[in-house]
């Protein structure tokens, strides 16, 4: 099992510019989620799902957008990327529901924004 | 908002010696979780305690959840250069989220 993967590793935007995160799990896990880790910082929840077809919003969703068409895949999309969103992002999944579960990290995405 | 404080934020210390990380909050959280991250890579769960006065051993490493179930310990007994990472923990928010603390910095030097 390749467990989570995610890409890109590492990407530089301009101001104003898009992209989607890629993220995928082989262990058939039914939640998954998105963070992002500042420098010095522990990680803050973006989007969260819990299955395929279900998001909600997490600590700070603003300027992120996410869908679960599968239960492989949770892509995260930045729209009109701005310096504030520079930051690793990692993409986790879980078997089953926190407070117990064990979170799977994939290696992270390291994005600046200039 | 549930936060969760640790301290210290860094720790450099000598090989051989003894360290206590702590995680704090002012809420209760359902479980606790400790994470440790290594550079470049994604946190790997070390461990998970969910019962107030809880303490779990894992090699030279115990952990510890308060009985109030407000807060954590991370003791690693003789320190080892391979304990160098940042340390990482997680309260159980019962919504199907974790909250993370803002880590722990820790470097052992040989």
């Known amino acids: 099992n390749a467990g989570v993967t995610q890409t890109p590793k590492f990407r530089i935007l301009k101001i104003g510019q898009s992209m989607t995160l890629q993220c995928t799990q082989d262990?058939?896990?039914?939640?998954m989620y998105w963070y992002r880790q500042d420098p010095g910082m522990g990680l803050k929840l973006i989007y969260y799902s819990v299955g395929a077809g279900i998001t909600d919003k997490g600590e700070v969703p603003n300027g992120y957008n996410v869908s679960r068409s599968t239960t492989e895949d949770f892509p995260l999309r930045l729209e009109l990327a701005a310096p504030s969103q520079t930051s690793v992002y990692f993409c986790?999944?879980?078997?089953?529901?926190?407070?117990?579960?064990?979170?799977?990290f994939g290696p992270g995405t390291r994005l600046t924004v200039l | 908002t549930q936060l969760l404080e640790q301290s210290p934020q860094f720790l450099s210390i000598q090989e051989g010696e003894n360290l206590t990380v702590y995680c704090n909050s002012s809420?209760?959280?359902?479980?606790l979780q400790w994470y440790r991250q290594e550079p470049g890579e994604g946190p790997v769960l070390l461990v998970t305690?969910?019962?107030?006065?809880e303490v779990k051993k894992l090699k030279r490493l115990t952990f510890q959840f308060g009985d109030a179930r407000k807060d954590s310990s991370l003791h690693i007994t003789a320190a080892q250069p391979g304990d160098t990472g940042l340390y990482l923990c997680a309260g159980g928010t019962g919504a199907q989220k974790l909250v993370f603390g803002q880590g722990t910095r820790l470097t052992i030097n040989p």
């Open positions: 262990m058939n896990h039914n939640y």
């Open positions: 809420s209760v959280f359902s479980s």
């Open positions: 305690v969910v019962t107030g006065g």
């Open positions: 986790a999944s879980s078997y089953r529901l926190p407070p117990v579960g064990e979170q799977f």
